[in-house]
């Protein structure tokens, strides 16, 4: 089958289409050679969504188009980019319409001047607003929802408490009104799981590299620092609570619970899809928090195992097992040479390859002493073991390979800790000289001073209404204290690279005796 078979526009039949779903176009504009032109088309034709619902004209899309282009290249790229030699709208849109990413229709004519003017509309079918918008989302779109279910066992397990109160004393619209905030709890919650799993995949996918080493570690830290408590200490008391309801959770509850949150006078072909939804949240919930492998002890246990190939990853790209080795290019260089189709082919790519360095030889012991004397090039050639294929460069013979030599990358890390170490501690000893005072009263801050700041900021904690924050350090040196200002009024701190905005603190920083 060539290329060209696979083509949108190609004909034939596949035999699988006729017990399967088949061929899709609308995602054809991404694959287009034009692709940049379409998308652009239907950025535009998704903003204009947010504000009109009617679809877009020709002209109006050609008008948006230009300034949607010019806001993001510039008016002159813009100008030469839409002009008709190089970009033809019409054959545009025209694509876009047969691979059912746009729906066309005309205004009715009313005027004589509407039957002389192009009355053509154009609006995006759903299916391609759901991709599009997909397909643009930012890729820490998911970290970013995963970040705000800081708490979600622990909101679970709070409203399945007062769901499971409501049933009991049968007050379905308020158990209606707990449990929606539970599905929508479950839902950002699998979402969540589902990009960790996702990452975690592609990351643990081949041999490992600094990406997917940091991909790994960031989705650990990611689920330490959100979940892994809340999941350990909330996931027993949620399955036993679920396990003590679910007697009562009949279907004629649920029913009572789905028209509770409904209109009185909801049909039954509205209430029954709403029931078997809620009763496969149910079913979903009980997977996640009840028995040994459920899914958020499962999630963990795949967290916990990720430990061990992160650290053994690590360990292999940054020392090798304490030696440089080139093992991986030396053996592709080889198959290459011996799939040569002939010698001065192969020496060819020997040179290329290895360029200006000489050609290190392989010593091994002569077997008399006869043989000392005879040069590399006239000797026979030398039996390889298998043990030095596979250890070559720890082998006992030949030259050993030098270790990493990580001395000057040591002293320099050590001097930079030092330097910020006493960057550190020349701050705080300033912060301490404006204990006392009121944010509005301090001269500019250095850059080290605004970032000591913000931590002590992240340290006083308070609770919501309260106008007191207090914390300690972590090296327990520190009290940091925040007054919130009478008329809560904001002030402006300056630094050299820039300004930082916040409440007129009346700021206090005491230190701890030891």
């Known amino acids: 089958m060539s290329d060209g078979d696979e083509l949108i526009e190609s004909t034939g039949v596949d035999p699988w289409a006729a017990h399967l779903p088949g061929q899709e176009l609308v995602p054809a504009y991404l694959t287009s050679r034009f692709a940049a032109q379409y998308r652009a088309i239907v950025d535009v034709m998704v903003e204009a969504q947010d504000t009109s619902l009617t679809g877009m004209s020709f002209d109006e899309v050609a008008a948006r188009l230009r300034a949607w282009v010019g806001e993001r290249a510039g008016p002159q790229i813009a100008d030469r980019l839409v002009h008709d030699e190089v970009?033809?709208?019409?054959?545009?849109?025209?694509?876009?319409?047969?691979?059912?990413?746009?729906?066309?229709?005309?205004?009715?004519?009313?005027?004589?001047?509407?039957?002389?003017?192009?009355?053509?509309?154009?609006?995006?079918?759903?299916?391609?607003?759901?991709?599009?918008?997909?397909?643009?989302?930012?890729?820490?779109?998911?970290?970013?929802?995963?970040?705000?279910?800081?708490?979600?066992?622990?909101?679970?397990?709070?409203?399945?408490h007062e769901f499971a109160a409501a049933i009991r004393q049968r007050r379905f619209p308020a158990?209606?009104?707990e449990y929606q905030q539970i599905i929508t709890l479950h839902h950002g919650m699998a979402v969540a799981a589902r990009s960790w799993q996702r990452s975690l995949a592609h990351a643990l996918s081949g041999g490992p590299d600094p990406d997917k080493q940091e991909v790994l570690w960031r989705t650990l830290q990611s689920y330490v620092g959100m979940w892994g408590e809340q999941v350990d200490i909330h996931t027993p008391a949620v399955a036993a609570l679920m396990a003590d309801i679910d007697p009562v959770l009949t279907e004629s509850a649920w029913r009572a619970c789905v028209r509770g949150a409904l209109a009185d006078d909801a049909p039954d072909s509205v209430v029954d899809p709403q029931v078997?939804?809620?009763?496969?949240?149910?079913?979903?919930?009980?997977?996640?928090?009840?028995?040994?492998?459920?899914?958020?002890?499962?999630?963990?246990r795949q967290l916990r195992d990720l430990v061990a190939p992160w650290a053994r990853n690590m360990h292999i790209l940054m020392d090798t097992g304490g030696a440089l080795t080139r093992r991986g290019e030396l053996l592709a260089l080889a198959g290459a040479i011996e799939r040569a189709p002939d010698d001065e082919t192969a020496w060819r790519m020997w040179d290329t390859a290895i360029g200006?360095?000489?050609?290190?030889?392989?010593?091994?012991?002569?077997?008399?002493?006869?043989?000392?004397?005879?040069?590399?090039a006239d000797a026979a050639p030398a039996p390889i073991t298998a043990r030095y294929r596979e250890h070559g460069q720890r082998a006992a013979v030949g030259?050993?390979?030098?270790?990493?030599?990580?001395?000057?990358?040591?002293?320099?890390?050590?001097?930079?800790?030092?330097?910020?170490?006493?960057?550190?501690?020349?701050?705080?000893?300033?912060?301490?000289?404006?204990?006392?005072?009121?944010?509005?009263?301090?001269?500019?801050?250095?850059?080290?001073?605004?970032?000591?700041?913000?931590?002590?900021?992240?340290?006083?904690?308070?609770?919501?209404?309260?106008?007191?924050?207090?914390?300690?350090?972590?090296?327990?040196?520190?009290?940091?204290?925040?007054?919130?200002?009478?008329?809560?009024?904001?002030?402006?701190?300056?630094?050299?690279?820039?300004?930082?905005?916040?409440?007129?603190?009346?700021?206090?920083?005491?230190?701890?005796?030891?």
Do not use: Y
């Open 87 to 160: 970009f033809s709208l019409d054959a545009r849109l025209d694509s876009l319409v047969r691979w059912a990413v746009l729906t066309r229709w005309q205004e009715p004519a009313r005027t004589g001047e509407d039957f002389l003017r192009r009355r053509d509309r154009f609006q995006l079918t759903p299916t391609a607003a759901r991709l599009h918008t997909f397909w643009t989302l930012e890729l820490g779109a998911d970290e970013d929802a995963a970040a705000d279910l800081t708490l979600a066992p622990r909101a679970i397990h709070d409203r399945l």
């Open 175 to 177: 158990a209606a009104a």
């Open 276 to 300: 078997q939804r809620w009763m496969r949240t149910w079913t979903a919930l009980q997977g996640w928090f009840g028995g040994a492998d459920g899914q958020a002890r499962r999630l963990r």
């Open 356 to 376: 200006v360095f000489p050609a290190r030889h392989l010593l091994i012991a002569a077997d008399s002493a006869d043989e000392h004397a005879t040069a590399w």
């Open 399 to 514: 030259k050993r390979i030098k270790a990493i030599d990580n001395s000057v990358g040591r002293a320099t890390a050590r001097r930079a800790r030092t330097a910020a170490l006493a960057q550190r501690r020349e701050a705080e000893a300033t912060l301490a000289a404006r204990s006392g005072t009121e944010l509005a009263d301090w001269a500019e801050l250095s850059e080290p001073e605004l970032r000591m700041l913000l931590e002590l900021f992240a340290i006083a904690r308070g609770t919501r209404g309260e106008t007191l924050r207090s914390g300690v350090t972590e090296d327990g040196r520190w009290q940091v204290t925040l007054n919130a200002p009478i008329d809560d009024a904001p002030t402006t701190l300056t630094c050299p690279h820039g300004r930082f905005v916040t409440r007129n603190w009346h700021f206090t920083l005491e230190p701890l005796k030891g």
